[in-house]
């Protein structure tokens, strides 16, 4: 793989992708099923064919209209499987600026065991804690010189 690859990932995923830890009760169920989501929005369809072409996974078409900020058709594009996931996130965490704190939980997360839910629910917390603009403890800007 050329070493722009990565980076140039990195840099849509910031910009185009999004995180999502979550967990649902399905069908009555009292113990919650959580799932990980990491997935990229875009209107080009060459950028997806790219995508599946260089990672992997699928990507499928969003209706028109159904975002307030495109009337264009969108796509979304996301990896298959947990260790496709975990390679593609390990592949852009060096590079990415703005989600970076959110790959790395992503990352504890899907390397968890089989249940953990207490942990599990920390993770999604935290995740959407960043999501909605909260300061990551960590940041991968450099501390400013001093005089």
Same mark, same amino acid.
């Given at each position: 793989?050329?070493?722009?690859?990565?980076?140039?990932?990195?840099? +849509?995923?910031d910009?185009?992708?999004?995180?999502? %830890?979550n967990? =649902? #009760?399905?069908?009555?169920?009292?113990f919650?099923?959580?799932?990980?989501?990491?997935?990229?929005?875009? $209107?080009? +369809?060459?950028l997806m064919?790219?995508l599946? =072409?260089n990672?992997?996974?699928? #990507?499928? $078409? =969003?209706s028109?209209?159904?975002?307030?900020w495109?009337?264009?058709t969108?796509?979304?594009?996301?990896?298959?499987?947990?260790?496709?996931?975990?390679?593609?996130l390990?592949?852009?965490?060096? #590079?990415l600026?703005?989600?970076h704190?959110?790959?790395?939980?992503?990352l504890?997360?899907? =390397? %968890?065991?089989?249940?953990q839910?207490?942990?599990?629910?920390? %993770?999604?917390?935290?995740?959407?804690? %960043?999501?909605?603009?909260?300061?990551?403890?960590? $940041?991968? $800007?450099?501390?400013?010189?001093?005089?």
């Amino acid at each position: 793989m050329k070493s722009y690859i990565w980076p140039y990932l990195a840099g +849509v995923f910031d910009s185009e992708g999004s995180v999502a %830890l979550n967990f =649902r #009760y399905a069908n009555g169920n009292k113990f919650p099923s959580f799932f990980c989501q990491t997935i990229i929005y875009n $209107t080009s +369809v060459p950028l997806m064919k790219w995508l599946v =072409r260089n990672f992997g996974g699928v #990507y499928y $078409t =969003r209706s028109i209209g159904t975002s307030q900020w495109s009337k264009l058709t969108q796509f979304v594009w996301h990896p298959s499987g947990k260790k496709n996931k975990e390679i593609f996130l390990l592949g852009i965490l060096p #590079y990415l600026i703005i989600k970076h704190g959110q790959v790395k939980l992503a990352l504890e997360f899907i =390397r %968890l065991g089989y249940g953990q839910a207490e942990k599990r629910f920390e %993770l999604v917390n935290q995740c959407k804690a %960043l999501n909605q603009g909260a300061q990551s403890l960590e $940041t991968n $800007t450099p501390d400013p010189i001093d005089p």
